[in-house]
């Protein structure tokens, strides 16, 4: 059941560059989404999110795209450094009143910035 | 800045034995969730806490898993009698109000190892 999916399971990126990870979901009924970046043996951190009215959210250096007809969103991490070395997870859930909503993760994508 | 803070860090058990995995939400938070990573596997829900019982749990969380907040900071994962599968980073995540806009803050896990 991958309602969401990366199909990257990694990328190596030159400092100083783009970083693009890619994240693709089949529910329709997702109209939230999210980036976590992870650490070995840390939790999830939370990146940013965008809201499905939206097509585009920019918080510093990332940026999320959404596409909804293509059911396909990604972040753009522009320049990438070397500390934005982390596993990266898609993550998607459905707005409710009743404030329960569960993340859905990708599988995560390795991103390596090369100095 | 407020974080979810969990304990232990790694705990190592027996087939069949009783843990309990412990984590603190942020203060003023009120939905409280726990998920789960198998290695080399995708982050995925266990179940989701609100008012002092469980809003939605996963086909992982049978019989031999519960959930408690036993007084106003502690919410405590426990499972009745482990099994080897049960190995797996366990994280507590927690939310502030209702709405979907809100994010979710992940502990840094517990790693549980099954013997």
């Known amino acids: 059941d991958q309602q969401v999916k990366q199909n990257s399971p990694s990328l190596s990126v030159q400092e100083g560059r783009i970083s693009i990870l890619n994240c693709d979901y089949t529910?329709?009924?997702?109209?939230?989404f999210l980036w976590y970046k992870k650490y070995p043996a840390e939790g999830p951190t939370f990146l940013i999110s965008?809201?499905?009215?939206?097509d585009k959210n920019e918080d510093g250096r990332f940026t999320v795209f959404l596409n909804k007809s293509a059911k396909h969103l990604s972040l753009h991490i522009v320049p990438s450094q070397p500390g934005d070395s982390a596993v990266y997870f898609c993550?998607?859930?459905?707005?409710?009143?009743?404030?329960?909503?569960?993340?859905?993760f990708g599988t995560g994508t390795r991103l390596t910035i090369i100095p | 800045e407020p974080e979810v803070t969990q304990t232990p860090s790694h705990q190592v058990t027996q087939m069949g034995q009783e843990v309990i995995l412990r984590c603190v939400p942020i203060?003023?938070?009120?939905?409280f969730y726990w998920y789960r990573q198998i290695l080399g596997q995708k982050v995925e829900f266990l179940v989701s806490?609100?008012?002092?019982?469980?809003?939605?749990k996963s086909e992982i969380f049978d019989d031999q898993f519960s959930v408690e907040r036993p007084d106003g900071s502690n919410f405590t994962l426990k499972i009745r009698s482990t099994k080897l599968e049960d190995s797996a980073m366990y994280f507590c995540?927690?939310?502030?109000?209702?709405?979907?806009?809100?994010?979710?803050?992940f502990g840094p896990g517990t790693r549980l190892t099954v013997l």
């Open positions: 995540a927690s939310k502030t109000r209702t709405g979907g806009t809100d994010t979710q803050y």
């Open positions: 529910n329709s009924m997702f109209d939230y």
């Open positions: 965008i809201s499905s009215i939206k």
């Open positions: 993550a998607a859930t459905f707005i409710s009143n009743f404030g329960n909503e569960k993340l859905t």
């Open positions: 203060s003023n938070h009120l939905y």
């Open positions: 806490f609100y008012n002092n019982e469980i809003s939605e």
